[in-house]
């Protein structure tokens, strides 16, 4: 007996564990055919989960965590059943910018430095209010972007505007001269360079190195009134993530998803993401070994104390209640419900539902229900480590 | 301080919109065609102060400078993401907009979104004053959608007309057979195969321009 479910996405290589659950019948295997929907926005697909046109969604992790918190422009509660995709942005800056921060004292140009990277644009922000474009309010693109500017200097008052910008329309703004530096998900990074608008500086995991970047989104309550289906899609989207995480695979994955039609991406522009070798420039590729990370160290867990950073992060900027804040964020990140699907299937199951992030310099054994679980490295540029107000 | 989204001040919803003075809506349309069917439509149904913003560029700070009562757009363009950051307190617009979603029953939002338009409406404005604009639009909106797939499914049949001529062409070169037997040859190779005419076609031409 197989049920249908409808799932969500925007044309980027994170919907990677999606599409491979599909195509490698892993969903099917599962009792679960996957129909998934490539949606023309992040606010369209917003609507198209909470009127109930799909049951789940590719969201990008502060989404769930800004509607808890009343922000933005819809209403609806949805949760985050586990992380899809950990890292996977770069931050890029114009040719015309890239050529100033060249010719700037500071910083070697070592591609990973988000320091040297941070005083540089900040350098060349004193002179001109930088312009920054992100995909979405509500993303760890912004998050990012403003916890890097933020300890890399803190920036004058108006120097830095952030804007949204629509990834698959960056390189219009660029090349119109709209915003002088990004952050976006892949493809569209390797995009502004392919067409020689953008040159990258850096890339996200520089900034926080285990930042969750998007998660399975469903309506609040879903899950646990459907256990078969949002149980059968996650088992399968772990097999995917395992799959994706073995590097024989990835030109198999990268021909798989350019044959996709909803996601419309050639295997030129998939690659640079999946294999972590990135063109920063004209004939210039550099390898990111993480640069994005779908399975190591338990990616897809989805930690209370992630859900908790993106909502204190959130307060701050929006001058909300932190402890409320918090708490209404690890609300929203079911480690409950991971646990309770994924059971067995996992053996690297964590024995906590919350961390301190940021803790981890060096891949770390941590107890785990098999004893197996390595936490990769979630350190943040700046050496801040976040320990989350106590549940109360 | 925190963080670097200047706040704007703005008030609490009380007294925001003025009875008297008619509607302000801001279409953004990239279209030229689409954004003068929209507008007519929206003056029939008027008197409202219509805008149109056709560029992508700067999208928000354009539709803030036109301090719009009601924001229009096409659900399915990727600009909406921009919208979103006139929700917020800190935006350039004097007063935040939200995602009109209706819960009446005459279900206003659902044929909305059903016609491809999605609704941006400042705090304070009442359901009444939204419901002609509403309608109006989503008419028209519903008109375009079917336009557009008409369009489209037009196109797609000129394409694979043209795919068709130029296989048959290669076959009746490469294999001196006739026009007719050109067709009946791919029409047997598709059905043999369980793919459309067209798509063998496809991949004739595309072999074809490979070998040169």
Redesign the interface.
Known sequence: MTASLRAAHLRLVDAAPLIVARDLGLAEAEGVALDLVTA?????LR?MLG?RRVDVAQMLSPMPVAMALG?????GAVEALQVLSVNGNVIGVSPALAARLAGAASGDGAFGDAAAAGTALLAAAAKLPLRVGV????SMHAELV?YW??RAG??A??????????P??MH??LE?G?VDAFCVGEPWGSAAVARGVGRLILPGRAIWAFAPEKVLAARTGWAEAEPARAGGLMRALHRAASWLSDAANLPLAAEMMARDTGLGLSVELIEPALTGCLPLGPSVVTPVPGFVEFHRGAAAFPWRSQGAWIADRLA????LDRRTAQAAGRRVFRSDLYRRFLGDLAPDMPGASGKIEGAVSVPTPVASRRGRLTLEPDRFFDGAVFEPFPDS | MHGFLSPVIHDDGKDVVNEAVPLRIVVVEPDRDRASMIVDALDAAGPFEVTVVAENSDLSHRIAKAVPDLVLIDVSSPSRDVIEELALASSPLERPVALFVDESADGLAEAAIEAGLSAYVVAGLTAERIKPVLDAATARFAMIQRMRAELTATRRALEERKVIDRAKGILMTARGLSEDEAYALLRRTAMGQNRRIPDVARALVTAADLLG
Do not use: M
């Not at chain 1, 995909?135 to 509500?138: A, I, L, R, T, W």
């Open positions: 023309p926005s992040w606010s369209a609507d009127s922000l933005g422009g819809a209403r995909p979405f309010p509500f403003d500017l933020e803190p920036p008052p108006g120097a830095i505007v952030v804007r949204t910008v629509p698959s329309l219009e703004a119109a709209e701050l900027r929006h001058r």
